[in-house]
Nanobody
Framework: QVQLVESGGGLVQPGGSLRLSCAASGGSMFNIYVMGWYRQASGKQRELVATITSGGSTNYLNSVKGRFTISRDNAKNTVYLQMDSLKPEDTAVYYC?????????WGQGTQVTVSS
């Protein structure tokens, strides 16, 4: 059973930084999965924040470009989301995702709250 476990969420003031981590286990060849971070704010639909391919190509939601950075460590089966210059509108539950062909796995989510 594939598991994705997120960590690193919490409460931060506007302008602050957080680094989310997502560790994958229970499967193999995670290095060829497309890994991504999604978020869902209260009362809103889940949205794609960032993705990274096996080759390291990245894609970002327009509103986080220049502030967030996605990266992966294939040796550790871990994907990261470095979030800088955080804004109150970044407040949401952040979910890790792993996709490969018909396979689509989700983590349980980690809360990020940006508030003074």
């Amino acid at each position: 059973q594939v598991q994705l476990v997120e960590s690193g969420g919490g409460l931060v003031q506007p302008g602050g930084s957080l680094r989310l981590s997502c560790a994958a286990s229970g499967g193999s060849m995670f290095n060829i999965y497309v890994m991504g971070w999604y978020r869902q704010a209260s009362g809103k639909q889940r949205e794609l924040v960032a993705t990274i391919t096996s080759g390291g190509s990245t894609n970002y939601l327009n509103s986080v470009k220049g502030r967030f950075t996605i990266s992966r460590d294939n040796a550790k089966n871990t994907v990261y989301l470095q979030m800088d210059s955080l804004k109150p509108e970044d407040t949401a539950v952040y979910y890790c995702n792993a996709k490969l062909l018909v396979y689509d796995y989700w983590g349980q989510g980690t809360q990020v709250t940006v508030s003074s």
